[in-house]
């Protein structure tokens, strides 16, 4: 399937939903003809096929087939990826320049494929700067069940790969789209990603998406927004404004791995390795042992719990800080459920048994909580007695 290497269509670009339907387009042609009489069904597929940034109706309909892969799953199916993509994927130049000089991509495959090179900005720079000069569309779709490219970088917490798109043209101003991960704006994209310990660059990314117009995401208050930028002395403000914000049990707090319902704002500083902010929060009154509430068995955690074992990276330097801190009020006796990870923990534990079986080789390495975690924790443990 090859393509002109630029998408000319003067046209608003169209964008496909989540998993698109092949029969559906169909049925839109067959209105398009119902409505207009002088148009063929040939006609009204091609100009169908142009708004949604294809060459052709075959284009559209293969590209329709290479989104729909794996969009039911909860992962990317990297191994699934056309010729382009997986060659920018790979970080192979020279292989993305033959693919592109040959022409055999289509406008999909070159929007994946720059999806693909902003994940890792800084060492595919190159990539992503060609499948722009060949006409790879900035709000492009990443494919199957993601959304738009830029929720990529968002997701990443490549600042250089939202900048490089917003420098390009690129809206990230958009509502709550559809996505694998349920609506996704690129804001809130950022604040929900799974890395922990990127603390400068995410608060980079979100400074670039405030400064283009990003939607601040309705259930992000002010004061769960200064802990998410590291802004300690804005967030003293806030509670010296509203002391009862300190010691409030929030219903919802989204964007933690534990999910954490009915917790505290020291929850979420904690979560997210906001050390300042923790200090602020317990200078102003916060319990370094308040609790999250217990909603159908599940909760019960202290501050601590999140300390330990957070997922993609370490927060090790937060356990650190609370136990050098404030270790002498830390209570290791609380017991605690969890949903983690969308997975029910209903057996209550205390820190040191979460850390325990969290330190397990059959715990993925990826959330697997480290042996200097345990040994701090044991230590304060033996400290206490």
Not at 49 to 56: F, K, L, Q
Not at 237 to 260: C, D, I, T, W, Y
Request: glycine share 8%; with cysteine; proline share 5%.
């Amino acid at each position: 399937m090859s393509t002109s290497g630029s998408n000319t269509n003067p046209t608003l670009r169209k964008r496909l939903p989540v998993n698109p339907s092949a029969e559906h387009l169909k049925k839109q042609a067959k209105r398009r003809v119902k409505a207009d009489g002088s148009l063929s069904l040939s006609e009204a597929q091609h100009a169908l096929a142009r708004e949604y940034g294809s060459s052709n109706w075959a284009e559209l309909m293969h590209v329709v087939e290479t989104m729909s892969r794996g969009s039911t799953q909860t992962v990317n199916v990297k191994n699934d990826f056309e010729p382009l993509p997986a060659a920018a994927n790979r970080n192979d130049l020279v292989e993305v320049q033959r693919i592109l000089g040959e022409g055999k991509f289509t406008q999909h495959d070159l929007d994946l494929a720059l999806a693909r090179a902003v994940l890792k900005f800084k060492e595919r720079r190159a990539i992503a700067e060609l499948l722009i000069e060949y006409g790879a569309d900035p709000d492009g779709q990443y494919g199957a069940n993601y959304g738009p490219v830029v929720l990529a970088p968002c997701e990443s917490l490549d600042a250089d790969g939202i900048q490089f798109l917003v420098d390009h043209g690129a809206d990230v101003a958009f509502a709550p789209m559809a996505s694998k991960y349920g609506p996704q704006s690129p804001l809130r994209m950022v604040l929900g990603t799974y890395s922990r310990g990127s603390n400068a660059v995410k608060h980079r990314c979100i400074d670039i998406l405030l400064e283009h117009g990003a939607l601040v995401p309705t259930e992000v208050t002010p004061v769960f927004m200064s802990i998410h930028r590291g802004r300690a002395e804005e967030l003293r403000s806030l509670l010296q404004a509203q002391p009862a914000l300190v010691r409030k049990s929030f219903r919802e707090m989204p964007h933690g791995n534990m999910q954490l319902a009915g917790a505290a704002l020291l929850h979420m500083a904690v979560e997210f390795g906001e050390m300042e902010c923790v200090d602020v929060l317990i200078e102003c009154g916060a319990d370094v042992n308040t609790r999250a509430d217990v909603t159908d068995g599940v909760g019960g955690q202290s501050p601590v719990f999140h300390a330990i074992a957070s997922n993609q990276q370490s927060n090790l330097p937060m356990l650190e800080h609370l136990i050098h801190r404030h270790g002498e009020a830390i209570d290791l006796s609380i017991r605690a459920t969890f949903k983690l990870y969308g997975e029910p923990w209903t057996t209550p534990v205390t820190p040191i048994e979460f850390a325990k079986m969290t330190s397990s080789e059959e715990t993925p390495h990826w959330r697997r909580t480290g042996k200097r975690e345990l040994e701090l924790l044991q230590s304060l443990s033996n400290r206490s007695r």
